[in-house]
């Protein structure tokens, strides 16, 4: 019994390292935090800057830790709260494809399902979040978000449909990252190039990056929806953004670029989609929300759905 209750702690304990520390929050957010970094480092030299230290993520998130937290008059408990499930779902996710790196036939049937569904609760506590400070401003913003969602979700959902369909119905990241590294990547296929490309797109919509940061927009709505954010909240969505920089690229290699898993070919191929998100959204102008609406649904979703239909004939 006694043998038992200590395999039990140490399971329990390391549960709490992985989703804590290891690959969870923690290391997470190191590489999240640095990841914006080069995101500011490839911004400042496509503009002819220098660009800030490396460090200096880290310094905003712990001057922002200093801050007097303001909350609006009349707003909710929702308006602390909505941060909170972002940074909590974006961990989970960080959590889930670590391990299923580190451990591939160690996860569970149907991860893939949970991380599409975590994956939507960031923009979801920002939506709540905005709406709850009673900002005309953040309101704007909150709205642009929510038909940004419903843009991009369907044909993000479609490109993740291909890459099932590929791996012989696989609904387990890990049994995705096997089958790719025994036939190959699902990127070097007619149908996994095009879903790729859909799903490139969805994530810099997903990251609220240009073209699709209209419900931010400095601009245009001083903001947006984290208007009336201040201190501790706000730090707390910029990391979950930061977090989310580090997980969304690292999704996209699991599912379609994962024929090479050694450390170094992750790191190389991190960069190489990280600099790629960084250039398109520094060489493209700001869309409205119904172009964004009219982009999604249309063309985008005519490619993966010809990506698809080439999946299920082998293409």
């Not at 506590?125 to 913003?141: D, P, Q, T, W, Y």
């Not at 990056?209 to 730090?235: K, R």
């Not at 409205?288 to 490619?303: E, M, S, Y």
Request: glycine fraction near 8%.
């Amino acid at each position: 019994m006694v043998k038992g209750r200590f395999t039990a702690a140490e399971k329990e304990m390391k549960l709490l390292f992985n989703y804590i520390i290891f690959p969870g929050f923690l290391f997470s957010a190191v590489i999240g935090l640095i990841s914006g970094w080069v995101d500011r480092k490839v911004t400042a030299r496509v503009q002819w800057r220098v660009g800030p230290p490396w460090y200096q993520n880290f310094i905003d998130i712990i001057k922002l830790l200093g801050k007097e937290i303001i909350v609006p008059q009349g707003s909710k408990i929702t308006f602390l709260l909505s941060p909170l499930f972002g940074l909590l779902s974006a961990v989970l996710v960080a959590t889930i494809l670590g391990n299923a790196f580190i451990s591939p036939l160690e996860g569970f049937i149907g991860d893939i399902i949970v991380v599409l569904y975590l994956l939507v609760i960031p923009a979801i506590s920002i939506i709540i979040g905005a709406f709850s400070s009673r900002n005309c401003l953040a309101s704007v913003g909150a709205s642009r978000e929510m038909k940004l969602i419903l843009a991009y979700e369907l044909p993000f959902i479609l490109a993740i449909i291909v890459v099932l369909i590929k791996s012989a119905g696989a609904l387990q990241i890990g049994s995705i990252i096997n089958y790719q590294i025994n036939f190959g990547s699902h990127l070097s296929s007619p149908s996994g190039a095009l879903a790729f490309i859909v799903a490139m797109l969805c994530i810099q919509a997903k990251l609220d990056f240009v073209p699709f940061d209209m419900s931010e927009a400095e601009q245009e709505i001083m903001g947006g929806t984290l208007i009336e954010y201040s201190g501790l909240p706000l730090a707390i969505f910029k990391l979950t953004k930061a977090i989310l920089l580090y997980t969304l690229p690292l999704l996209l290699i699991s599912l379609f670029w994962a024929n090479e898993i050694g450390v170094w070919a992750l790191i190389g191929k991190y960069i190489l989609l990280l600099v790629i998100i960084v250039l398109v959204k520094n060489t493209n102008p700001r869309m409205r929300i119904d172009q964004t609406i009219k982009f999604f649904w249309g063309p985008v979703t005519v490619v993966v759905t010809i990506a698809l239909i080439s999946a299920l004939f082998g293409l």
